[in-house]
């Protein structure tokens, strides 16, 4: 019986550790990446600021060929809105365009419903660069205990920064295509 008491009170402890370390975590979170477009700013923001065209370059799009999008508002620019909803690799949300400056700065509220409520903002940043455009695309959020739980164990920094880098690869592709002169 002591034991059994001794084996107890040792997984309160180690719980009541890790709930301790999980506060301590950062309430706050901001994953970013850049990279360098060969065009001008106007045409990488094009890209951005209508959901139409992020069916060309998300890096989410091709994870579920029967993802159900839904788009409401303006065509482009603050108030579109998208609406995805597909397998368990995509879940469901919706991105709403909250501020655009043509052609230096888009801001969108990504609301996460599945499979993990959640709600963060996503801000791409456009700045001459001497070959081009800069592109900087930055989420920022806050973490709740499980956010905090999930990190320790998973680097989200790593797993979305490769996201963003994979979309903006592929955003890179498509402008730089359609700026390129015709041979």
């Known amino acids: 019986m002591k034991v059994l ?26 994953i970013e990446r850049s990279a360098t477009v060969a065009a001008p700013p106007e045409a990488v923001y094009a890209q951005i600021v209508d959901f139409h065209a992020w069916e060309r370059w998300s890096p989410w799009e091709g994870l579920d060929p029967a993802l159900k ?3 409401a508002g303006p065509a482009a620019g603050p108030g579109a809105s998208y609406a995805w909803s597909g397998n368990d690799d995509v879940g469901e949300g919706k991105m709403t365009i ?14 996460f419903i599945k499979p993990i409520e959640a709600t963060n903002t996503t801000n791409f940043t456009l700045a001459p660069a001497p070959s081009g455009t800069k592109v900087t695309w ?14 320790m164990f998973m ?12 979309g903006l690869g592929a955003m890179k592709q498509i402008v730089e295509s359609k700026a390129a002169p015709p041979s």
């Open 98 to 111: 909250t501020g655009a400056e043509q052609p230096s700065n888009v801001t969108v509220r990504v609301e």
């Open 138 to 151: 930055v989420m920022e959020g806050e973490n709740g205990f499980i956010g905090k739980a999930f990190g």
């Open 5 to 30: 008491k001794r084996v107890g009170l040792g997984l309160v402890a180690v719980v009541l550790l890790f709930v301790i370390v999980v506060m301590t975590r950062p309430s706050t979170f901001r």
């Open 155 to 166: 680097d989200m920094d790593k797993m979305v920064g490769a996201d963003f880098e994979k």
């Open 69 to 71: 999008r839904t788009y």
